[in-house]
């Protein structure tokens, strides 16, 4: 036998692994070229350009439109129709796509708009596009279409051999935009796939998106060309291979998409996206809230964990445009902290502040994960005081049974908050560490009362029955509490979970917070 022979297997496992995971790198000085947005100032005369004038000429300076979109069908329906109006250019920042109904129409208004001679920059993160590349290489095809990948995986096909460049592929940008002609912008919480915009039957997520007109406008385009021209923004073609023939190719993909749009069009889902869009179309009235603003966001630098400071972070942006004194009311599907995060909603409660959270309840939650991570402070969190609601998975299902295989589940995804019903966050950050520590993320501080209170108002009065208010009984037992059929109802353990559910989200709890 030799020495070759008498190493143990797993060892030699180990160390070709190590061999492979070598042998793959990202090359983030793929040759590109820096571009920037258009001046809004050389789009005045375009369709958009000249009805944003009208409305800018009758506020302050210093203000700027926002319209809150709650309905997903409403939401898709102004991307289709902010891209169909484009003349000069398309900025999209994604944290994900898929290849699904919506995708594929988004993909189509991008070459419609494309094939008209409009700049179309596309800005996709890399953690979800496995099997992305060819699509994405033949799009980067297109002479008017580029498309940059944010922070990619060395290893295309087999991304867990990533898995010793952890530090930096767990840093991901959650930024989400699509901005038209530099007069037109649309941020908040939805990626581009089918159950952000109430287009699955078998789960919607619940979400929030604020369209956007005047001076925040290039406000967002300065800060996409930052992260488009940042060096973890890597030209598509330095991952993939567009095919020999991407003339041929281009027009399949082409071909493909505008298949699936019309094969679509006959469904009522089609339908009420087109009422939408003509309501837009025809309403011929300022549809916008005015006020003033400060726009937050992370710098990509925060994908570097060595080059970044306080600064960099949207945190210290949202903490020094925000002081509250009475109310805080916070819409967050993922909800994660620690210990000096508690002591701070204490310290708030101390203050006399009303602090009111809503979340994901367990059967909601689509990463049990972050439940794992979340539930731990629920009690520390009620004992200072804190208002807890977590949102019921499905209304036609008894809320203390588990839930049958197969019924459709309701998701909150909406990243939101109002300050003192003065103020109202809309963008993408989470309360939870990766939004914290690691994800950068993107929104907008609007100062209007009128926008905050509605928020407010709006979910509160769906409380009662399509959230679990959650609170501590005389032996300090978690109790959640809901209306069915104008009774209420008390259920002792984790609603609309069985067994295994609630074991797997304690087994979870070995997953690093810092994660989550």
Known sequence: MTKLSRIPAIVVTFAALVALTGCASVDFDYPKVESVAISETDTTETYLGKQVAELVAEHPEDESGFYAVYDGKDSLALRLLMMERAEHTIDAQYFLIYDDLVGRV?????????????RVRFLLDDVLSKGLDPGLAILDSHENIEVRIYNPFAHRKYRAMDAFSLGRITRRMHNKSLTVDNQVTLIGGRNIAGEYFDARDDVRFGDLDVLAVGPVVPEVSASFDIYWNHRAAVPILALADVPDNAADALATLDARVKKSVETAENSE?????????????????????????????????????????????????????????????VVTPYFVLVKKDIEEFGQLRDRGVEVTVVTNSLAANNHTAVHSAYYPTRKPLLKEGINIYELRANLDEPADEKLPKDVPLSTLHAKTFAVDRESIFIGSFNWNQRSVNRDTELGVIIHSPEMATELVERVSAQLPTKAFKVTLDERDNTRWTVTEDGEEVVVDKEPQTGAWKRFNAWLQRIVPRSQL
Do not use: H
């Open 106 to 118: 988004f993909v189509n208004a991008m070459l419609r708009a494309a094939n008209r001679g409009v």
């Open 269 to 329: 889902y089609a339908d009420a996206v087109r009422a939408s869009i003509e309501s837009y179309i025809g309403s011929g009235k300022d549809i916008f809230t005015w006020a003033t603003y400060n726009l937050v966001s992370d710098s990509p630098n925060k994908s570097s964990a060595d080059t970044w400071d306080e600064s960099d972070l949207i945190t210290t942006k949202i903490e020094s445009a925000i002081d509250t004194q009475k109310e805080l009311f």
